[in-house]
């Protein structure tokens, strides 16, 4: 069974920055598609990135230009580079993989002064 580990994630100021990685126990990357969703509190899961076994990548309107996806094949892990964070980044950020349906165990970002 391939499991996502998260890391990364934390406490951060208005404008500041964070990287969020998502590692496999299997090479599953080279495969399937993966995506990073967030879910903050009192609202449902929504989509942030995604990222194609060939590395094509799409994001939501509200992170398009601020975050940045992206994975290493060989180390089985995917990223999420988070530029120029806001308050309303501040959520549990989730990666997925959209071949088995797994998702990793969950991250809090938080972004405040």
């Known amino acids: 069974q391939v499991q996502l580990v998260q890391s990364g994630g934390g406490l951060v100021q208005p404008g500041g920055s964070l990287r969020l990685s998502c590692a496999a126990s299997g090479n599953i990357f080279s495969i399937y598609g993966m995506g990073w969703y967030r879910q903050a509190p009192g609202k449902q899961r929504e989509f942030v990135a995604t990222?194609?076994?060939?590395?094509?990548?799409s994001y939501a309107d509200s992170v398009k230009g601020r975050f940045t996806i992206s994975k290493n094949n060989a180390k089985n892990t995917v990223y999420l580079q988070m530029n120029s964070l806001k308050p309303e980044d501040t959520a549990v950020y989730y990666c997925h993989c959209y071949g088995n349906g797994y998702w990793g165990q969950g991250t809090q970002v938080t972004v405040s002064s």
């Open positions: 990222i194609t076994s060939g590395g094509s990548t």
